[in-house]
T-cell receptor, first 114, second 114 residues
Framework: GQQVMQIPQYQHVQEGEDFTTYCNSS?????IQWYKQRPGGHPVFLIQ?????EVKKQKRLTFQFGEAKKNSSLHITATQTTDVGTYFC??????????????FGQGTILTVHP | DGGITQSPKYLFRKEGQNVTLSCEQN?????MYWYRQDPGQGLRLIYY???????QKGDIAEGYSVSREKKESFPLTVTSAQKNPTAFYLC?????????????FGPGTRLTVL
């Protein structure tokens, strides 16, 4: 079945450093969504990418979807303590029978030292 | 105030007992989902429902059951057949089952089986 791998599993940074998490799918995706889960909280939707090679920005966050629609990345510039949490990617298998079924990556846990 | 509610936040049960987790949404969403989250793992789909009176198994449905008698409600029963039920359970909903709809998550129920 479809697998979505996310690396790294953990990332510790000093405040002000940049951060990147990578997401790789074993199959071609229709879309990729990114979620953030604060410690003790629940996942909250950040963004969705659907086009090959798409790049979207939200303030200090930059999201990319690969040309082959099998990988994605989230880059945070100049991290702040408010960026702490777990970042998940999630995608839907292109051409699959699983209508609307998202497969989540394992997540990257980001800690930011002030 | 629209959203998804899950109750209770913490739940303790003895081994061998069935337990039902509540999930209610007032977002008028057609689709609802149940996920399980374990430390170091992503969210794994247990069951999902695209419309009232219909639901499908996700990736880890064994030992779980659901019902969708009302649009607003999607309760999950963790049966005694589930070998390792201790986990954080998250309910989510989306406007429809279409793959490009963002999912809204409830606060979660942390189940501990003693």
């Amino acid at each position: 079945g479809q697998q979505v791998m996310q690396i790294p599993q953990y990332q510790h940074v000093q405040e002000g450093e940049d951060f990147t998490t990578y997401c790789n799918s074993s199959t071609t995706l229709s879309n990729i969504q990114w979620y953030k889960q604060r410690p003790g909280g629940h996942p909250v939707f950040l963004i969705q990418l659907v086009k090959s090679g798409e790049v979207k920005k939200q303030k200090r966050l930059t999201f990319q979807f690969g040309e082959a629609k099998k990988n994605s990345s989230l880059h945070i510039t100049a991290t702040q303590t408010t960026d702490v949490g777990t970042y998940f990617c999630a995608g839907t298998n292109a051409g699959g029978t699983s209508y609307g079924k998202l497969t989540f990556g394992q997540g990257t846990i980001l800690t930011v030292h002030p | 105030d629209g959203g998804i509610t899950q109750s209770p936040k913490y739940l303790f049960r003895k081994e061998g007992q069935n337990v039902t987790l509540s999930c209610e949404q007032n977002l008028n969403h057609d689709a609802m989902y149940w996920y399980r989250q374990d430390p170091g793992q992503g969210l794994r789909l247990i069951y999902y429902s695209q419309i009232v009176n219909d639901f499908q198994k996700g990736d880890i449905a064994e030992g779980y059951s659901v019902s969708r008698e009302k649009k607003e409600s999607f309760p999950l029963t963790v049966t005694s057949a589930q070998k390792n039920p201790t986990a954080f359970y998250l309910c989510a909903s989306s406007r429809s089952g279409n793959y490009n709809n963002e999912q809204f998550f409830g606060p979660g129920t942390r189940l501990t089986v003693l």
